[in-house]
């Protein structure tokens, strides 16, 4: 119960922060335990990008700013379309106490889908966070899941 308390907070509290933006992609990866470390990374449809490393309760350990080229959103659209991202459960192994979560946000047009992964490695949990990781590489962000 307090894992799914703890995680509700965590995406409202980012869901109000990016309601005021329109966002193409956000995902949250780590502790789903009120301790441990995240990584939130949020991508603007313009290819705005902001990432967040957080140590859980306590605040930002690294941050970074940057803009997507085209062509890497465009590898991130060609990876949400491969895995049938709008077409997911919005949750796999939900049952699931303490560990890790990876939940993403995307929206294309007027399609939105929220899906969470709990302690649970997907065939579209390798992908995406491979695709993502590739295109963050230059950058030196690695998304942990």
């Given at each position: 119960?307090?894992?799914t308390?703890?995680?509700?907070?965590?995406l409202?509290t980012?869901?109000a922060?990016?309601a005021?933006?329109n966002?193409?992609?956000q995902?949250?990866a780590g502790?789903?335990?009120?301790?441990g470390?995240s990584?939130s990374?949020?991508?603007?449809e313009?290819?705005?990008?902001?990432?967040y490393l957080?140590?859980?309760?306590?605040?930002?350990?690294?941050?970074?700013s940057?803009?997507?080229t085209k062509s890497?959103l465009?590898k991130?659209n060609?990876?949400?379309k491969?895995?049938?991202?709008y077409?997911?459960?919005?949750a796999y192994?939900?049952?699931?106490?303490?560990g890790?979560a990876?939940?993403?946000?995307?929206?294309?047009?007027?399609?939105?889908?929220?899906?969470?992964?709990?302690?649970?490695?997907?065939?579209?949990?390798?992908m995406?966070i491979?695709n993502v990781?590739a295109?963050l590489?230059?950058?030196?962000i690695?998304?942990?899941?």
């Open positions: 119960m307090q894992r308390i703890f995680l509700l907070a965590l409202l980012c869901s922060t990016i005021q933006k966002y193409f992609l995902v949250y502790s789903n335990a009120p301790w470390t990584q990374l949020l991508v603007e313009g290819g705005k990008t902001t990432y957080t140590e859980v309760g306590k605040g930002d350990l690294d941050s970074s940057f803009t997507l890497e465009g991130v060609e990876t949400l491969k895995m049938n991202f077409k997911l459960n919005a192994n939900e049952e699931s106490v303490d890790v990876l939940t993403v946000i995307a929206k294309k047009g007027q399609v939105e889908n929220t899906v969470t992964w709990e302690n649970i490695e997907t065939k579209e949990t390798k995406l491979d990781n295109i590489k230059k950058r030196n690695q998304l942990q899941y």
